[in-house]
């Protein structure tokens, strides 16, 4: 039997910078895994091509996709729709192959319902690590900006206990190090491989 | 405060390969954690340099130290003791490095009594790979030594059940590129690093 492939999934606050370490990642030679891409009603950008950065789908299209249930995860935002085809996924994870999703958070957890064996990723923005520092070291920043600072550290802080791994995103090469190394790691945990030689011992 | 360094045991069944992967990791120019050598009471063999491949002790010496519970594990093979100094260990990871143990499965077994927190990795024989794909393909070996080798096959797997990873050393370049993928991404783990960010909310 074809053993399955991870499915990896990045996400993290908007505009951590999840789609400059994606890119990262996958300009690595020997980057091994399979990218999601994601499928949206919004306006192509100049220079997206559609079946590269995004599947482009008309509302109607992309509403047909959620009656049949055909979609790992959506959301809306900002009047658009974002979101991921399941059959891609499925298909590419039976045939033994990472797949990589890069998704907001609100689709995340959506994944993580569905694929609770899924290798979740929560890229961290380097300003909370600066706050922490800066709380710390009882800087020049005044008590206003802290607390607001605070009050969004806190709901970003709660969004990673959904998550398997932390990965703060202070330099885009160290993140993509990083995460490749992640995948790396979790091919390699008892949990995951034991069967493989278990199986060993029911020949007998 | 400073926070802890992260202990690393590789181990694995008796000459599997220890000690070339943990060369092969320990001769990469950035490796960043220490490697706790061990003590022994037996004779060094040519080439090997005290307080470089082991500390070596006569077998009075090793026993005051059993006394003084200052060993992290110790075992006996063969008539010699070898065991790992506890001080050591202890000071390192108090100072926030990483401190990386290779040790026979005995002395694993300890470790993981009083550092469960450890990072525990199996490095496991490519014969135990070899020997499943030998069972499937139904090959020439005889009905004998398929027996014995599941015997000697069905020990190791038993051992595995206590480590966080397994490492096949199918080649020992790859083999310490794993464990060098393991390091990093532990220092990602959600479990071990949230507290960091916790913390910020608690200065509220």
Redesign the interface.
Known sequence: MQEKGLLIVLSGPSGVGKGTVRKAIFSQPDTEFEYSISMTTRTPREGEVNGVDYFFKSREEFEGLIEQDRLLEYAEFVGNYYGTPVDYVRETLDSGKDVFLEIEVKGARQVREKFPEGLF??L?PPS?HE??NR?VTRGTETDDLI?NR?LS??E??EM??L?????ENDQVELAS??I???V???H???ER??H??????E??
Do not use: G, S
């Open positions: 990723i929560f961290m909370l706050l922490k709380i607390t605070l550290a806190r970003e802080i990673m206990d998550y398997d791994y932390i990965v190090e990083r490749i190394a992640i790396k790691a979790e390699c945990r008892r491989v034991e493989r030689y278990k199986k060993l011992l020949v007998e």
